[in-house]
């Protein structure tokens, strides 16, 4: 299996104040831990800030959006460049936050992470059915839906430094989350179509899990088949419990 990812959405919270505090706990709590990638999303207010509490620590970071645009008139926006110049090596794209206040369309999504990739950075592009999708037992046709038009236009070379995070929206937040078995049905189809995609690329693409992850459910999510880490929204904001699922997904 490819090497475990971990990463927190800090969403809009965790101030640059804030930050300070929190990155130098997380680096100590995670430091015996090398086979598990760690990745954090703060806001980008509080990017920097994270940046120099990690220090050397392995701790990558992420934009939790970015704009397709490389500059200009886009009041609000932040580029791949600006993200990159600030240390981050990852940006989450399609987050069903921004897909339902923000209207962010598959096209969009695949329009960022081709910009991340052609910029050198790793898109997470986020997937996920709601709670009407799957009592109308739609799951798999809209998550594919969303893998195919958010994935659009990646070519099976750039697939290596791709991330889906799959995430059903019913479980995000809600406290809610999908059973291993149902979770790895999900991530089974998914896998599936990055194949179809990317051939034996599609192989090696991680597959996160996101959706009310906590330390006591994180071992046996991870423990699936087709789950390679996971996108850690609430239980991400106290550095002790984010440890503990990186820890979770550590072998040792
Ligand atoms: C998320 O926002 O991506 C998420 C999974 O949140 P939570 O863990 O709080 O459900």
Redesign the pocket.
């Known amino acids: 299996m490819s090497r475990p990812i971990i990463a927190a959405?800090f969403?809009m919270n965790v101030t640059a104040g804030e930050m300070a505090s929190y990155a130098p706990r997380l680096a100590a709590a995670v430091a015996d831990i090398d086979d598990v990638e760690v990745v954090v999303a703060p806001p980008f207010t509080s990017i920097d800030r994270a940046a120099r509490g990690f220090g050397n620590s392995a701790i990558r970071l992420a934009g939790q959006d970015v704009s397709e645009q490389p500059h200009g008139a886009f009041t609000g926006e932040v580029s791949v460049a600006m993200l990159r110049e600030l240390g981050c090596r990852y940006a989450?794209v399609g987050?069903?936050?921004r897909r339902l206040h923000e209207g962010e369309t598959d096209a969009r999504v695949s329009a960022k992470a081709l910009a991340l990739l052609a910029g050198g950075m790793r898109p997470i592009v986020?997937v996920g059915e709601s709670l009407a999708d799957r009592e109308q037992d739609r799951t798999l046709e809209v998550v594919n839906a969303q893998l195919r038009g958010g994935l659009a236009g990646v070519s099976a070379d750039q697939a290596r430094d791709l991330v889906v995070?799959y995430?059903p929206i019913w479980?995000?937040?809600?406290g809610r989350t999908a059973t291993p078995e149902l979770a790895q049905e999900v991530h089974g189809a998914v896998r599936e179509g990055l194949q179809a995609l990317f051939g034996d690329a599609g192989t090696d693409v991680r597959i996160q899990y996101?959706?009310?992850?906590k330390p006591d459910n994180a071992a046996a999510l991870m423990a699936q088949r087709d789950i390679d880490g996971a996108?850690?929204?609430?239980?991400?904001l106290d550095p002790a419990s984010f440890a503990s699922i990186v820890r979770a997904a550590s072998s040792r």
Do not use: R
């Open positions: 959405n969403k989450i987050h069903s936050e986020c995070a995430e479980a995000i937040g809600t996101g959706g009310s992850v996108l850690v929204g609430g239980a991400s």
